[in-house]
């Protein structure tokens, strides 16, 4: 009995000791690691892109009702994220176009029994239905702060399908926060203020801010690469030259406003169509200025 | 048939007399009711992800009272040795068999019952709605499913020990779940036998996705399904479920108890 | 009188993994009846057969060869059971139950109509003095009360002939004394008991006729006064001269 309690004790020490030399080492590891803050992120480690990835699927299985192919079905037919797409304004399907018609023929009676037990139309979420895809997008971007794509995709379902501009502007300052200086937030957060507040001085300030950050990041990369990945984000900049160039108009000064026109133009996909712009603002300008004499 | 209900009636009463399916309940409630409560974004008006969260506790617990109570029965009669009393009495294994397929399937309904009526307060009470008809679908379809996974596992439970049982029907109802509809996708880019194999498995298997219509319920695509189909599943449900009682029935009947 | 039970050449091989698919013989042979109103001892030492006989008559164990009949139908169809009680040594029941379902559940196997059921489960409930515990989980019983619980089961349905597998074993000198008056009501009401036991003398003063087993195979059957006669001495001696027995002492 008395070895035990020694032994005990001996323990006891042991324990004490240990904790006592490493505490500031694992507090010092605390400290360097901010990612490791969130609890998600330190249970999942490196699978956690990979989970984020998924709720994002989901989230975008959310925008279509339930309507997603599989990794199977995916792996078939790789498909747009219709979601991100419709964000960045590259939707450009039908959305009325009933699925069940596109769907190949069943390759046999359990996969045609099969079909009426789920969603067969395809629908897009609207007229604020938008929110119920918010959790898996607050989810994704819980796991992984550093996909810049989440949290540009969240924040315009927010601000503009929800109109929750306080909540989007929120988020995109915490993805500033987690993304210090990523153009496509500070674009995305710059829109938001014009959009919501009308805050012509702040918007301008953050769209002036993402182009020396545009340049800063982008300039340096090719301007294309084989796949696509790693290549210059012209159309990121002709959002936030298009950005300027609203705020300018908004603010009536015109001639601020061609300047960034010109320079739009100049790095446009589509110049004829600034072009265009230029020629009737220049009209006006001029009209302006008939009149003024 | 009395004999078969008298049987189902012992295990019902067993169901109701152990704690796993209030402890399931409470958890199911509570873990729902604190989704519930988080608020994305401020916006207290998400339904669809409290009513998936709901619908994944209420499926698994289902799957859990269902598998649990329909392993335990026959090995459990071996063992605490209730089996001898019951067979001195003129009833033939195969009732045996069959009511305590009865007992598990009713207490397993009566229980989706509680579970779906939860749900139900639960999205009504956000969405303001309660497309009865496609519910009583979802509810009606999933007590076809646990029908299928309950005669699995009695066959199981007349082979195996209750451990191993319930590990593998687990094992192949979430299997089936997740992968049943995609097997022979994957088979037709494999060459050989093994693509044969597997192909012959995606026509042998019971199609439970059949009887997971929760995406359904979660969108609200409240038109119901074809009754004609519902009527469809149900008749493949049984089939199969006739299938596996029938065979653990033959095993059964060879069985020495002592 | 008719045989109530009749076994025929009954053999019951067992072969398993334990005994490494080796053959054991269980049962070799074995050839008697039960005339209907009789008290029959079933008898023998540990592993002569008699559970294996039991089990036979039981169903839970079909015989390799030969056959036995409980009135006349094949111990194989449920039905032979329709008129048996079965008082099992060891008391195994749901405990979740109270004694009231398990004698309703019971019942309801035997297809006996409601209204006779409640009547039945109260009689036998006085019977066997449980009246106090009706709606109590069985296993909230003690020994001696679950033993007087497996009674009231064994004669839920009125049987005809009632197989008791070692029906005063555990019980105290009281327990045993309730059981014997039991059986000699039965006895009285002409119904007919068949059980094993290893209190001789009990078995001597209660029973008509014993038939004795040792290593699978009948060795003494035959009234228990004119087996008596027959060897000069008690039963007690017979049985231990059939099992071959050598006193050390002698």
């Keep these: 009995m008395r070895r035990a309690r020694l032994a005990l004790l001996l323990l006891l020490v042991i324990c004490f000791t240990l904790a006592v030399c490493l505490q500031p080492r694992l507090a010092a590891r605390d400290a360097a690691g901010q990612d490791s803050e969130n609890t998600l992120a330190l249970l999942l480690g490196d699978g956690r892109q990979m989970m984020a990835d998924r709720l994002l699927g989901k989230a975008d299985a959310y925008f279509h009702s339930g309507k997603y192919p599989s990794i199977f079905e995916q792996n078939a037919a790789p498909e747009e994220n219709h979601m991100a797409a419709a964000a960045s304004g590259h939707e450009d399907h039908d959305e009325d176009h009933d699925e069940h018609e596109a769907l190949p023929p069943a390759h046999d009676w359990i996969e045609a029994f099969g079909r009426h037990f789920i969603p067969t139309k395809h629908v897009h979420l609207e007229g604020g239905n938008e929110r119920e895809m918010l959790p898996w997008l607050r989810l994704s971007i819980e796991l992984d702060p550093k996909e810049i794509q989440t949290y540009l995709t969240t924040a315009y379902f927010l601000g503009d399908r929800l109109g929750k501009w306080d909540e989007a502007e929120q988020l995109l300052r915490e993805g500033l926060k987690a993304n210090p200086n990523s153009p496509n937030l500070l674009n995305a957060l710059a829109h938001a203020e014009f959009e919501s507040r009308h805050d012509l001085a702040r918007a301008r300030n953050i769209w002036s801010i993402a182009l020396h950050r545009w340049h800063d990041v982008e300039e340096p990369k090719p301007e294309k690469t084989e796949t696509g990945e790693g290549q210059r984000n012209m159309f990121l900049l002709e959002e936030i030259l298009g950005g300027l160039v609203k705020v300018e108009l908004a603010a009536g000064h015109l001639d601020k406003a061609l300047e960034y026109m010109k320079i739009l133009k100049a790095n446009a996909a589509h110049p004829e169509g600034v072009q265009r712009q230029i020629d009737a603002l220049q009209a006006k300008i001029n009209a302006g200025a008939g009149q003024t004499k | ?258 | 009188m008719n045989a109530v039970l009749r076994i025929e050449n009954l053999r019951v091989e067992y072969r398993s993994r334990e005994l490494k698919q080796q053959t054991k013989v269980a049962v070799n042979g074995l050839t008697l009846s039960v005339q209907t109103g009789e008290v029959f001892g079933f008898l023998g030492p540990n592993g002569a057969g008699k559970t294996t006989t039991m089990n036979v008559l039981l169903g839970y164990v079909n015989a390799t060869s030969g056959a036995a009949f409980l009135f006349d139908v094949n111990t194989r169809e449920p039905i032979a059971r329709q008129r048996i009680g079965y008082l099992p040594e060891l008391t195994y029941y749901y405990k979740f139950l109270t004694v009231e379902e398990l004698l309703r559940f019971y019942a309801r196997i035997f297809e006996i109509p409601k209204s006779e059921t409640e009547t039945r489960i109260d009689q036998l409930l006085k019977l066997v003095e449980l009246e106090h515990a009706r709606k109590r989980p069985i296993r909230t019983y003690s020994k001696g009360m679950q033993q007087r619980a497996g009674l009231a089961q064994a004669l839920i349905n009125n049987p005809d002939l009632l197989l008791l597998d070692e029906p005063t074993s555990g019980l105290d000198p009281l327990g045993r004394m309730k059981v014997r008056e039991i059986i000699q009501r039965l006895k009285n009401e002409g119904k007919t008991v068949f059980f094993s036991s290893h209190e001789l003398g009990e078995v001597e003063t209660i029973c008509d006729r014993v038939a004795i087993l040792h290593q699978g195979e009948l060795k003494v059957e035959g009234r228990v006064s004119d087996l008596v006669k027959e060897h000069q001495c008690n039963l007690e001696q017979i049985f231990l001269k059939v099992v071959g027995y050598q006193s050390q002492l002698s």
């Excluded at chain 2, 309904?109 to 497309?131: C, I, K, Q, T």
């Excluded at chain 2, 219509?213 to 969108?219: D, E, F, G």
């Excluded at chain 2, 519902?230 to 020495?256: D, H, M, P």
Aim: glycine share 4%; with cysteine; hydrophobic share 60%.
């Design chain 2, 1 to 258: 048939m009395s004999k078969i209900f008298a049987v189902a009636g012992v295990v019902i009463r067993e169901l109701y007399r152990r704690k796993d399916f209030y402890v399931l309940f409470i958890l199911t409630v509570l873990i729902t009711l604190l989704m519930a409560s988080v608020h994305f974004f401020h916006d207290d008006r998400i339904v669809r992800f409290v009513k998936e969260m709901c619908l994944i506790l209420i499926w698994l617990s289902a799957l859990v009272i269902a598998v649990t109570t329909a392993a335990r029965q026959i090995p459990m009669e071996r063992e605490n040795r209730t089996i001898f009393p019951l067979l001195a009495k003129p009833i033939a294994r195969w009732q045996v068999l069959l009511g305590k397929y009865l007992g598990c399937w009713l207490a397993s309904g009566a229980a989706l019952v509680v579970f779906y009526v939860f749900f139900a307060a639960v999205s009504a009470s956000r969405e303001h709605s309660l497309p009865l008809a496609s519910y009583f679908q979802a509810l009606w379809l999933h007590w076809q499913m646990l029908g299928i996974v309950i005669a699995l596992t009695i066959l199981g439970s007349v082979a195996l020990s209750p451990a191993a049982n319930v590990t593998i029907v687990f094992i192949i109802s979430l299997g089936i779940l997740f992968m049943g509809k995609y097997l022979n996708m994957v088979a037709q880019r494999m060459t050989g036998p093994s693509g044969t194999l597997l192909s012959a498995l995606y026509f042998a298997i019971p199609h439970l996705e059949f009887f997971d219509v929760r995406i359904l319920i979660i969108h609200g695509w409240t038109t119901p399904i074809p009754w004609a189909d519902v009527l469809l599943a149900t008749i493949y449900g049984f089939a199969y479920s006739a299938f596996f009682l029938a065979a653990a029935c033959l095993v059964f009947r060879r069985k020495a108890l002592n």
